[in-house]
Structures are given as C-alpha cells and as structure tokens.
C-alpha cells in the first residue's frame, strides 16, 4: 500500500494560495491614526504572509526526494545499476519517518490538535510557559534527545521572543501567573 503524500508542487501551491489570502485580509487591517504607534496591527501579519509565501514559492520549486522506486523496474539488476551508479538507494521503509506515527496524516492531526492545545493554555499559563512547554514538547516529540540543550533552548527562544514582543514592539502578551 503506498503511503498517503503530496508532491512539493502540488503542496507549495495549496501553501501559496494560503498565503495570498493571508497577504490580503493582513493589507485590509486598518491603521492606527489617532496616536502614532511604531509598530501597526497590520505590520507583523503582512510580514509574516510575505514570508509565508517565499516560503511556498521556495517549496514550490524544490526538486522532489527520490523514493528509490522507479516506474519501469521489473526487479532485476542491482541497486547501483537502478540509480544510475554510485551509492544504493535508501529503501521507502529504512527512511527515518517525521515523528512517531506511520500514517502522515495521523502526524498532522496530532500537530494540529498540539498546536490548538497551545492556544487553548496560553491565556491561563501565560506566554512564556506555554511556548516553553510546546517547544521542549515538540521537539522531544521529533526525536531531539539531549534534554537539557532541549530545555535550554525552549526556555531561551520563550524569553527573547517575549521580551522582544513586550518591551520592544510593546505588544500585550498574556502573562499568566507570572508577575512580568
């Protein structure tokens, strides 16, 4: 049974026109006139649509991941003479798989469902806590094995991103039971 997957093109296409309706509802949000703020509402989710969509373009035109199966072998020969010289393909079965769930659309649900329990903690835990917790969480999750680099990082990306939203771009960031 082959497994459920999507070509970069046909992924990076869905993803581009993501990030032109995106890049439209962010250039419909009205700017502050009343006060002059350094940072309008629309600033951060323009760029991040701008970034979305290099990002799709780039997906786009990537050159897809040989799978090591060709259309027209009938089984015989060896592995070099398959692709075409140097070293054997890698099996589809030996590649290492995105985390630990065989199906690919499992996978993506799990991140979905992570991604909305985020949400759903970030008021009562606050910022900080909550993206520390999702990033040591997913990344374990990935397979990322030296647990104090992992803390570390979590606990470090957390802090720069808040204290960089909230005392820079003076952006209100949910606080939680933290006095910051």
Do not use: C
Not at 29 to 52: C, D, I, M, N, R
Not at 131 to 151: K, S, V
Request: net charge neutral; aromatic share 12%; proline share 7%.
């Amino acid at each position: 049974m082959k497994p459920f997957t999507f070509s970069n093109r046909v992924l990076g296409a869905a993803v581009g026109v993501l990030a032109v309706v995106y890049l439209y509802l962010a250039f419909t949000l009205e700017e502050f006139t009343a006060v002059s703020v350094p940072v309008q509402p629309a600033t951060l989710p323009k760029w991040l649509g701008a970034v979305l969509l290099v990002l799709a373009a780039v997906l786009f035109f990537q050159k897809q991941e040989d799978t090591g199966e060709q259309a027209g072998s009938d089984g015989d020969g060896d592995e070099a003479s398959k692709t075409g010289g140097g070293a054997p393909a890698r099996p589809a079965a030996a590649r290492p798989a995105l985390g630990r769930l065989a199906d690919p659309r499992h996978e993506l649900a799990l991140f979905a469902a992570s991604i909305g329990l985020y949400i759903a903690l970030l008021e009562p835990l606050g910022f900080l806590i909550s993206t520390t917790a999702y990033i040591a969480a997913t990344t374990w999750y990935l397979g990322y094995r030296r647990h104090w680099a992992n803390a570390l990082v979590a606990v470090g990306v957390s802090a720069v991103l808040y204290f960089a939203m909230s005392d820079f771009l003076r952006v209100a960031l949910p606080t939680g039971p933290l006095p910051f």
